[in-house]
């Protein structure tokens, strides 16, 4: 399994079936809106310009998106990293998206991709990275607490448009980044 940038690999040639499936998204991973891109490569060219902050709505931040990879080169998994919080982000959302296609899980793909991600949010220098999470998605709390987060409570908070709790953790990073191997792409 490997991490890249979305746009520094060549497309992945599942990468229609995986966003087909993730469809309008999950567990607050949302969707790629592949109705608003003219075909795959627009839709990957979009992501390099969101990574670099060109022609993003102003409520928005930059954020790099990331293929988890397997041996082959088909995409498995796929993250998002929000290069700094605004308003809402701080609230909910955070720094790190993290989605794992169904029939890769539980073969730790998705720990592969958080710890992965993480690196690249050090070399970002973020020092201290949100990630939050339905209060039900056992599976993403036990990868973050896995990798450090620290839940700041357990009831959670409750989300004022859907009605629905969720978690707001915390992970430290160390700041001295051992790979910035993807720094100069973001
Ligand atoms: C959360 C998600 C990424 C986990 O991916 P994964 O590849 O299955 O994760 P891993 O195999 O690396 O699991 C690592 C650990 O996470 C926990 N975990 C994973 N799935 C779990 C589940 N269904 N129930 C409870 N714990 C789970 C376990 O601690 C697991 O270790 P174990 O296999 O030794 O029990 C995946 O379920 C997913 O994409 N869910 C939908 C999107 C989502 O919830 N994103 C997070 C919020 S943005």
């Known amino acids: 399994m490997r991490l890249s940038p979305a746009f520094a690999t060549a497309i992945p040639t599942n990468l ?6 993730l469809g309008t998204g999950e567990r607050g991973f949302s969707g790629a809106n592949l109705s ?3 075909d795959l490569r627009t839709y990957v060219q979009r992501l390099e310009q969101e990574a670099n902050g060109v022609d993003i709505p102003a409520a928005f931040v930059p954020m790099s998106t990331f293929w988890l990879l397997d041996d082959r080169d088909q995409l498995i998994g796929m993250s998002r990293l929000r290069h700094r919080l605004n308003e809402r982000l701080r609230f909910k959302g955070g720094h790190i998206g993290f989605y ?3 029939t890769a899980r539980r073969r730790r793909a998705g720990s592969h991709l958080l710890r992965e991600t ?3 949010a050090n070399a970002l220098g973020i020092a201290q990275v949100l990630l939050t999470t339905d209060r039900d998605n056992l599976a993403a709390q036990g990868l973050i607490e896995r990798h450090g987060g620290v839940a700041e409570d357990r009831t959670g908070v409750r989300d004022p448009e859907l009605g629905t709790m969720f978690l707001r953790y915390w992970i430290t990073l160390s700041g001295a980044s051992k790979s910035a191997r993807f720094a100069h792409h973001l």
Request: glycine share 6%; proline share 7%; hydrophobic share 65%.
């Open 16 to 21: 229609g079936e995986f966003l087909a499936v």
């Open 36 to 38: 608003a891109h003219a």
């Open 118 to 120: 993480l690196v690249q």
């Open 100 to 102: 794992v296609a169904p």
